[in-house]
């Protein structure tokens, strides 16, 4: 793309509209406080990248640019202008971004998607076995584009997967409240069957467990899930979700009756204490 031809002007922010489909959120954080303070101080140091659209242009790279600059009240932005086709913009929108410090996982699988897909249409070697975690989108282009972010060629199609997810689960996952793999597995049950299995999370008050989204998916796989046994799948106690004492030591657990709650130990323990120090006092007392 550098031998593509390029101009560098200011361009009115009204005529530029957004890329469709850009994978990257645009959010007014502290981080887009801390550039808009930026662009009154300084302007910008990288003009955005935009192509010629009808009606004006359409952003290539620089939508949180464009959006400081607005939040800024400032009515032009500088910008480098460069005839490209749909492709070369994808490939250049997505892989502006890809180094950014922060990158939410649902990002990074629309921003991979769409990478991806444009490497196919090119014709990269679309002959090649294809990765275990099951797609359609060639291997060798995912090595490439893994290499490029530090990401195992696996890791790249495990992102792709969560574009499955519906957006009330995939949202979980950027929370960090759903991990990856289990948010791989649930990725192949159908709308139905994720709806069933978010609201089973909102009633159980958990997340599901990669174990239980193997069975989940395999049991979709052979026909015989249903809301039934994914709720019953949720109602399962797991290990990492079970009342722990809140005693390290196991002496002084074993030393509190079964029928004290946990929530309740702390306030026997120190009953306890409070007793055994006033029989201590009055022993000192009766051997004055």
Do not use: W
Not at 90 to 113: F, G, T
Not at 276 to 284: D, E, S
């Amino acid at each position: 793309m550098s031998s593509k031809k390029e101009t560098v002007t200011e361009i009115p922010i009204s005529e530029i509209k957004d890329f469709p489909d850009h994978p990257y959120q645009v959010r007014d954080d502290d981080s887009m406080t801390e550039l808009v303070e930026s662009v009154k101080e300084r302007g910008l140091i990288q003009p955005v990248l935009v192509r010629p659209a009808p009606g004006g242009y359409e952003m290539v790279s620089g939508h949180r640019r464009k959006r400081a600059y607005e939040l800024a009240g400032i009515e032009k932005i500088p910008a480098r202008v460069q005839e490209l086709t749909r492709d070369e913009a994808i490939l250049a929108m997505v892989d502006s971004n890809l180094q950014r410090e922060r990158i939410l996982p649902s990002e990074k699988a629309k921003a991979y998607k769409m990478r991806m897909e444009v490497l196919q249409r090119q014709g990269k070697r679309t002959d090649l076995t294809l990765s275990p975690v099951a797609t359609k989108l060639p291997i060798d282009s995912a090595k490439e584009l893994g290499e490029q972010v530090g990401e195992s060629r696996d890791q790249i199609f495990r992102y792709i997967r969560l574009n499955d997810l519906i957006p009330e689960i995939l949202q979980l996952v950027d929370e960090d409240k759903i991990a990856m793999r289990p948010a791989v597995e649930i990725s192949y049950l159908p709308e139905e069957s994720q709806k069933q299995l978010y609201e089973s999370m909102g009633v159980n008050d958990c997340t599901p467990s990669h174990d239980q989204t193997i069975r989940m998916r395999k049991a979709f796989k052979e026909g015989t899930l249903s809301n039934d046994m994914i709720e019953d799948i949720m109602c399962e106690e797991k290990p990492n979700q079970r009342e722990k004492s809140p005693f390290r030591d196991n002496r002084i657990s074993q030393l509190i009756p079964k029928s004290v709650p946990l929530d309740k130990q702390c306030d026997y323990v120190l009953k306890a204490l409070q007793f055994y120090n006033k029989y201590l006092q009055k022993k000192r007392e009766q051997a004055r």
